[in-house]
């Protein structure tokens, strides 16, 4: 048993590529490309991007897929599939060991924290132009109203804000976590 082990053990060596200087850089290209659009999207929040409209068609079908389960959870259903459809991205590649792809499903996920941040903190002013102008009502003005925090609507907006930041870190420092 012994020997058939070491045989197989001599044939995977052989077959494994050497580790090099290019290969710890390979392994930090994402994160150098990742870096300044984090950095963008953390100094630019509230400006509406490209990627800001999938991530409200995302938001709206929320509404539709949470809509059997009450008021509240429908509301919420929005901001609920910004978080749930790039932590599964991000997920996927994690069981799929693949470090690139859970880098910028994690990138977009902090994406979607800054979107959702403004939104909560928009929930007093209510200023944000929404799909059906005047008829539809504010998703976070009416949580936070429910739960009886919507005059702390800006610290939502920051709590959310600084999850995304975390997301960011993470995502940079991901090399150093996830080893090949």
């Known amino acids: 048993m012994s020997d058939e082990f070491n045989k197989e053990l001599q044939q995977s060596l052989r077959k494994a590529k050497p580790y090099s200087q290019t290969s710890e850089i390979k392994k930090w290209l994402p994160s150098i490309i990742i870096l300044p659009i ?87 002013a209510r200023k944000l132009p929404l799909l059906g102008g005047n008829k539809v009502y504010h998703d976070w003005h009416y949580m936070l109203g429910e739960l009886g925090i919507l005059e702390y609507d800006f610290v939502v907006g920051y709590i959310f804000y600084g999850i995304a930041i975390l997301i960011f870190i993470l995502t940079v420092l991901l090399p150093l976590i996830i080893k090949d």
């Open 38 to 124: 984090a950095i963008y999207w953390t100094l630019n929040r509230g400006k509406y991007g490209l990627i800001d409209n999938v991530d409200l068609v995302i938001h709206e079908a929320g509404h539709l897929f949470f809509m059997f389960f009450g008021k509240f959870i429908y509301t919420l259903g929005g901001t609920l599939m910004q978080i749930i459809l790039p932590s599964l991205i991000a997920f996927t590649f994690f069981r799929n060991n693949y470090r690139t792809g859970i880098q910028f499903g994690l990138l977009w996920l902090g994406q979607n924290f800054i979107n959702i941040s403004v939104y909560a903190a928009d929930a007093q």
